[in-house]
């Protein structure tokens, strides 16, 4: 395996421990052998040389190539290091993309650590999710652009530990100004819907820095 395959699955068994953390209680002798041992795990990591995160190679183009169609090749998730679609971020969400046409769409199962109310994600979590979602209908449009404002109405509660969809597209561009609209379902029930402004920046000068 290559380093960055390494480093994907150790992020994966590491968000995996923290929503098992969450939801279970150990006892207080596992949890001192556990404290040692993570302890010299983050000494380890530490003394490792420090990592930039680095655009992709190309550039922009490179950017809007990686968004595969629905049905066509693996799961993809972009930047691995992304706290919603990052595969090797082990705070993240570890969602999974694709795109629909003209639509993005995100696939996620939110666990125990992502818990607000009981047996319920944090609204927080799911405002995250949608926006990501929409920063890939960006790539979809050969846009790069900033959130302006994020609107969201919720209208169930998000479970955890089931599958959600976010679905986000493009409604209206007017100049820089890109006006999207989102929705997050779960099977048949419609969880959040969304609407934003983005504002539209040039891509050489933002690379650039």
Do not use: C
Not at 43 to 56: C, G, K, L, M
């Amino acid at each position: 395996m290559t380093n960055d395959e390494l480093r994907t699955l150790v992020a994966g068994l590491m968000r995996e421990l923290g929503h098992s953390f969450v939801g279970h209680s150990v006892s207080d002798d596992h949890l001192r052998t556990m404290a040692e041992s993570l302890r010299h795990q983050l000494e380890v990591v530490n003394a490792s040389p420090p990592r930039v995160r680095t655009r992709p190679e190309g550039g922009f183009a490179t950017f809007k190539m990686s968004v595969p169609e629905h049905g066509h090749g693996e799961r993809r998730q972009l930047f691995a290091d992304s706290i919603v679609s990052g595969g090797a971020n082990p705070m993240g969400l570890g969602a999974w993309l694709w795109r629909d046409g003209d639509h993005a769409v995100m696939e996620a199962t939110l666990g125990k650590a992502f818990e607000g109310a009981p047996q319920r994600a944090h609204g927080g979590i799911v405002a995250a999710l949608i926006d990501e979602t929409m920063g890939l209908v960006l790539a979809i449009h050969e846009a790069l652009a900033f959130t302006v404002q994020l609107d969201i109405t919720y209208l169930a509660p998000t479970p955890i530990n089931e599958t959600i969809y976010a679905r986000a597209w493009l409604e209206r561009k007017e100049r820089r100004k890109l006006f999207m609209r989102a929705e997050v379902t779960s099977g048949d029930t419609t969880i959040a819907e969304a609407q934003s402004l983005f504002i539209e920046v040039d891509p050489s000068r933002f690379l650039s820095q």
